[in-house]
Structure formats: structure tokens, C-alpha cells
């Protein structure tokens, strides 16, 4: 089990830490190309102005340590005047007019560094994270099939087979609680509970911690985690309650167990990761802004969520990811799903991830593969801004790695067992093997 303590003080405020991430200027001076390449292949809607901060960056840093310089010897000589006139009270009238342009210029001085400090700290939260040498520019690569297609004997859609058989209510959902929004009922509420039993037994069987997080966090954990209010096309992400708004709903447990190590040094198992697995409630605002997403269960503003989550040493970050894929591919390959693993491209990355895969499986009713899991390496870009570290084996304190994976994202399981394991002629679902235990043994709903 993970050991932790605090190490700042509790009288800090909580919201003005989340403001001031441990920035690394230096390194991304030395990694300046790179940076820029990364906000290119992104194809981030504030590129060019982003590039431009990023290129002033050098100038605004070679000015800090000469402004500090300036600063500490207006103040020695503010020091040295104000001891003279201890000493010696008839040289006031000619000391204190010094004394205070002294002051007027700390004054500018100290300012100028403020607003150089902010710009630095400004430029450095709004950069996205480096690219891995392997992620593609703009396609995703397919790097893996699992399972072979599925023989289909129907022409229906999720929607249809679910309301037809009474699992599914969509209309006095949209009245409860407007668009985007469903009932699951009967056995189809049972195969969500199945789904999130079943993933959450094997997580804990690849010994991730099982974890109960909080669906509403503070904002500033929400934009530490790389969640924004708004997306790139300008859509609500986030729901925001609380007096002032400053509280928000988590689009994923993602967010409160990567807030579980903030503000904390951690001392990792002996293999150098330590792993959790989180159910929450998800809640996206733009749920019901796609098309025919809206649909159905495929895009919806209120899912339950099975996330599983990494801290580790940096030199075991590519392992873990890995390692996160391989669990995910062994999910939907024991559902019998036939499916595809991508290496997504730079324009499809959020600015943590470093690298991300993604898993798509076929869905009939789309006539197209869904989304149905992703995997990211977010290096050190979350741990910077909660402030998550541990110490290596010189006992320096590092800021660790974070990754995050989706164990199982629920509707859209549900979405493709229904439309592919459905039976025209006796109307009935059958039920992948691994689920028939957590479904009381029932074969087929």
C-alpha cells in the first residue's frame, strides 16, 4: 500500500497552489524545437500565438537574472543607507531622499519581475506535452486486431433492440433530464453492473487498488488534470456548480484519483508503480453536440465509468502504458468484440498526453467502429501542476509520471454486445462468457 505525508504547509491556499505549477523553464529552452513541433501536430486552435510565446520565452528568462540582480543590490543599498542613519541621525535629510527613490525603484523594478515571472508561468501551463517519437502525425495507426468480425443477422440499432425489449427509456429521459440523457432497466441496468463488476475484479486482479473517488472536485484540479471548461471547437466540457461556480463535475475518475496525490510526496512499491482502479459517475456537458452520437447510449451526459490509474518512476512509463494497453486488449477480447488498437496522432492528443492508444470496436448500428477505451502517458505534466512526487535513490525528489487507461466505459460496451450479439429470430441478447457469472448465470437477456 502507498505511503504518503504532506510537505507544505496547510495554511497555503489550496487554490493558489493549483495557480503556480512547478514550471521547468530551463527544460523547455533545451527542448524548444520540440515544443514547438509539438504545438504544430497538435494543430491547437491558438498555435500561432502559443509559437509566438513560446519563442519569446529565451528573452523573457535571459531577463529574470539580471532584474533579480538589480533587485538584491537596490536592496543592499537601501539596507546599508538605513543603517547609516541609525548610526548617525543629522544624515537623514540627505539619506532619506535616496532611501526612498531607492524604494520607488524597487518598486519597478519588482514589478517588472512580477509580470516577467507571470508571463513565463502563463506560457509555460498553456504549452501541451512533448510528443513520443512514435506517435503519428495526423492518422491513427492501427497496431492491433483483436478477434474477427461478427456475423450480423439483423439491420437494428441499439436504440431500436433496447426500447423494443424495454431496456432502454429515452423519452422520459429527455423529459427528467433533457437530451443526451437515458433510463437502463432490467436486465440491460443488470449488464452494466456486470460490466463494471467484471472489469473491476480484473484490475484488482492485476493488483490495481480498488477506489470509490468523488464525482465533484475543486476547478482547479479539473484544469491541473488538462480538462478545460471548453473544448477546442468552443463547446462546454465541464460541468461547474458550487457558490462561485469554482466547483465542477468529473468527465472521468481520471481526475480525483490523479487529485489523490496532490500536494504529496509518495513512496512507490518496490516495482516502481503504484495502481488504482476508480468507479465513478462521468458527466460531459457537450455530450449531445455530434451528430448521430445523440443518439443512443454512444454520447451521453451522464455515464458510470471504470478508470484505471499510474503513478511510476519516469523510467518505467513506456512499460506501464504498455502494460495498460495489453489489459484493455484483454478486455475486449475476452467480450468476444472484434476490434482495432490505434496509436493516435498528434492532432487527436489532448496537451497532457505524451503518447495515447485507443481501442475501437465495430458497432452495427454505426456501420462503424466506436471508440471504446484509450490509454495515455502523461509524463510529468499532471504531477507538475498538483505537485505529486517522490524521491529517487539519491533521495532528490522527482515529479512522477501519471497514466491513466479506461478499464470499461459502460454505454458504449453495452452499445456494441447488443447490436453484435443480438438474435433476430428469438429476439434475445446473447451474453459474452466472462459476464454469465455476474449476470445470474443468465446466457442470453
Not at 537623514?92 to 535616496?98: E, K, N, Y
Not at 422520459?172 to 443526451?180: D, F, H, K, P, R
Not at 498528434?346 to 496537451?351: E, K, Q, R
Not at 466505459?409 to 453495452?414: C, H, I, K, L, T
Request: hydrophobic share 35%.
Amino acid at each position: 500500500m502507498i505511503t504518503i505525508r504532506r510537505h507544505l504547509s496547510d495554511t497555503h491556499s489550496l487554490r493558489n497552489l493549483l495557480r503556480k505549477p512547478a514550471t521547468d523553464i530551463k527544460f523547455v529552452l533545451k527542448n524548444h524545437e520540440l515544443y514547438k513541433e509539438s504545438i504544430w501536430k497538435r494543430k491547437l486552435i491558438n498555435t500561432d500565438s502559443l509559437v509566438k510565446e513560446l519563442d519569446e520565452l529565451p528573452q523573457i528568462y535571459g531577463r529574470l537574472s539580471p532584474l533579480e540582480h538589480d533587485i538584491n543590490q537596490i536592496q543592499r543599498n537601501r539596507n546599508q543607507l538605513e543603517s547609516q542613519i541609525k548610526t548617525s541621525k543629522n544624515q537623514l535629510p540627505v539619506l532619506l531622499p535616496q532611501i526612498q527613490e531607492l524604494k520607488s525603484k524597487f518598486k519597478i523594478l519588482q514589478k517588472e519581475k512580477s509580470d516577467l515571472s507571470s508571463r513565463l508561468e502563463s506560457t509555460y501551463t498553456s504549452l501541451p506535452n512533448l510528443l513520443h517519437p512514435s506517435v503519428p502525425e495526423t492518422e491513427p495507426e492501427i497496431v492491433k486486431w483483436i478477434n474477427k468480425p461478427i456475423k450480423i443477422n439483423h439491420n437494428s440499432n441499439h436504440v431500436d433492440i433496447m426500447v423494443k425489449k424495454g431496456f432502454l427509456d429515452l423519452e422520459q429521459a429527455s423529459i427528467t433530464s433533457g437530451t443526451s440523457s437515458y433510463y437502463l432497466i432490467g436486465e440491460a441496468a443488470m449488464l452494466e453492473r456486470a460490466l463494471i463488476n467484471y472489469s473491476i475484479d480484473m484490475a484488482q486482479k492485476h493488483n490495481f487498488t480498488f477506489v470509490l473517488p468523488p464525482s465533484l472536485t475543486r476547478l482547479g484540479m479539473i484544469e491541473a488534470c488538462g480538462f478545460t471548461p471548453r473544448d477546442m471547437n468552443g463547446e462546454e466540457q465541464i460541468y461547474k456548480t458550487g457558490k462561485e461556480n469554482d466547483m465542477g463535475l468529473v468527465a472521468t475518475a481520471e481526475i480525483t484519483l490523479a487529485a489523490m496525490g496532490y500536494n504529496k510526496i509518495m513512496n512507490l512499491p518496490k516495482n516502481n508503480i503504484q495502481k488504482y482502479v476508480g468507479l465513478s459517475r462521468s458527466y460531459r456537458a457537450e455530450a449531445g453536440a455530434r451528430g448521430k452520437d445523440t443518439k443512443g447510449l454512444y454520447r451521453v451526459h451522464e455515464f458510470s465509468k471504470v478508470e484505471l490509474f499510474c503513478w511510476c518512476e519516469p523510467q518505467v512509463g513506456d512499460e506501464v502504458l504498455e502494460s495498460l494497453k495489453q489489459f484493455q486488449i484483454d478486455i475486449i477480447q475476452s467480450l468476444g468484440l472484434y476490434g482495432k488498437v490505434l496509436n493516435m496522432p498528434a492532432n487527436d492528443l489532448g496537451n497532457p498526453a505524451y503518447k495515447k492508444y485507443d481501442i475501437e470496436v465495430w458497432m452495427p448500428g454505426r456501420e462503424s467502429f466506436g471508440e471504446v477505451s484509450s490509454a495515455s502517458n502523461c509524463r510529468d505534466f499532471q504531477s507538475r501542476r498538483l505537485n505529486s512526487r517522490f524521491r529517487d535513490g539519491d533521495d532528490k525528489l522527482k515529479y512522477l509520471y501519471t497514466l491513466n487507461g479506461t478499464a470499461m466505459a459502460v454505454p458504449r460496451v453495452v452499445v456494441a454486445i447488443v447490436e453484435n450479439f443480438y438474435d433476430e429470430a428469438t429476439n434475445m441478447i446473447k451474453i459474452p462468457k466472462p459476464l454469465i457469472p455476474y449476470m445470474q448465470q443468465k446466457e442470453y437477456i
